[in-house]
């Protein structure tokens, strides 16, 4: 499924100084530094490597949602970031994602998933083909860049309908890509949904939102072709065993939010998504997936995890609370509110979430802090601002701004 029309910025720095993005302290405190400028072009699924040396974004123009992927290298304080370079051949990309180790980038065009390894600063190598079909859906990267899933969507549009596929590829220690195999079949249902039976709604992220794969490559999770949430596990030889089920549905799909938001933890060992009742996870173990346990319950506009897995944030329908919970000794803390946003996009990490609200009444950029163990009072650090993003250690935060058309930052 095509990208182009969806519209999403943000960006994961670990410091700024001047308008330029710089190392973060070692340790940071509570205050934040006034916004500084990031960069003036707007763009938009910006990222950056786990060291915060490595920066890849889809430049953007006109609020196009395609177009060619830059990279930037951090060289050090006294020589700041390097001028941003523009990948040779990603002219039409509508996806891009930047493994945690900064060493390669999955670029997604219109009928085709392609690899980049960077050699050495900010020097990239020729785009590797590694998946080609008539139409693609939703990919993922991990960490190491070494495991690539995508969707094969091509069966859609032939005469005889097959359903779609999810696929991998995994690179080999040399460096080459092995053949791509099937994993599991992939279930397509309509990009409209019903949310609590109160309006028909846009989900901006469909496809990218019902498949995951977790940062170590160690586990993929997706909805199959008959309306089953299932996930698998890759071997040490990249071999994946069959998909196991981890929950069934019977709803209709068509109008019912079955699996969005879905995310695995880092390690793979745990799942969560918004549900038709709620948020629910799962953990993995040994001879399956453990049965699914609710977070929360009632109508959820959005969730996010922790890498971790430690930590979920959420948005409530109805009255547009922001809670967040914690897994202590096994079990869910109670929920406790942050603030409020009308469906926020939530960053969490393990002692920090950012929001913002998809819309102009609630687009101030908000912060919460967990200190000795409470959460802090959101702290409120934007106007007018879309879908901030935190560097790893929560050290930096950055969004796009509504109104001057930058991307801004700051640091603690």
């Known amino acids: 499924m095509s990208t182009r029309g969806k519209a999403a910025v943000a960006i994961a720095v670990s410091g700024m100084v001047g308008g330029l993005l710089v190392a973060a302290p070692a340790s940071a405190g509570a205050r934040w530094s006034d916004p500084q400028q990031v960069d003036s072009r707007y763009g938009w699924q910006v990222s950056l490597s786990d060291d915060g040396e490595t920066a890849a974004w889809i430049r953007t123009v006109n609020f196009r949602q395609w177009g060619p992927v830059r990279t930037a290298r951090y060289r050090g304080e006294k020589k700041d970031w390097s001028r941003s370079k523009q990948i040779s051949g990603s002219a039409e990309t509508e996806e891009v994602v930047l493994s945690g180790d900064g060493r390669s980038l999955l670029i997604k065009a219109p009928t085709s998933y392609s690899v980049t390894t960077r050699k050495s600063g900010n020097r990239w190598s020729a785009l590797e083909t590694v998946a080609e079909a008539k139409q693609l859906g939703g990919g993922r990267m991990s960490a190491d860049g070494r495991t690539v899933i995508w969707v094969d969507e091509s069966g859609l549009l032939e005469e005889a309908f097959r359903p779609s596929r999810v696929m991998s590829r995994t690179r080999s220690d040399g460096g080459s890509w092995g053949p791509a195999v099937e994993i599991g079949e992939f279930f397509d249902s309509s990009d409209f949904v019903y949310e609590d039976n109160e309006a028909l709604a846009w989900d901006d992220n469909n496809i990218l939102t019902r498949i995951d794969l977790a940062r170590d490559g160690s586990t993929a999770v997706w909805m199959d ?9 890759r071997a040490a030889d990249g071999t994946w065993a069959p998909p196991k089920v981890i929950q069934t549905f019977a709803a209709d799909v068509v109008v019912t939010p079955i699996v969005r938001d879905l995310q695995v933890s880092a390690d793979g060992s745990r799942v969560i998504w918004r549900g038709a009742d709620g948020v629910l996870t799962t953990t993995r173990r040994p001879t399956g997936w453990a049965a699914v346990q609710p977070v929360t319950r009632g109508g959820v506009s959005s969730v996010a995890l922790s890498p971790d897995g430690t930590v979920v944030a959420y948005g409530l329908y109805r009255s547009g609370r922001v809670e967040v919970r914690q897994l202590k000794s096994g079990r869910w803390s109670k929920p406790k509110k942050l603030g409020t946003a009308r469906y926020p996009h939530l960053v969490v990490r393990t002692k920090a979430v950012a929001w913002s609200g998809d819309d102009l009444r609630s687009s101030r950029v908000r912060v919460s802090l967990q200190r000795k ?3 802090t009072k959101p ?6 601002a879309y879908r901030p993003s935190l560097s790893a250690k929560a050290d930096v935060l950055a969004w796009a701004d509504r109104r001057s ?6 640091r603690r």
Do not use: M, Q, Y
């Open 225 to 233: 072709s008959v309306a089953r949430f299932v996930g698998s596990e």
């Open 373 to 375: 163990g409470e959460w």
């Open 379 to 384: 702290t409120a650090v934007a106007k007018k």
């Open 405 to 410: 058309r930058d991307i801004l930052g700051i």
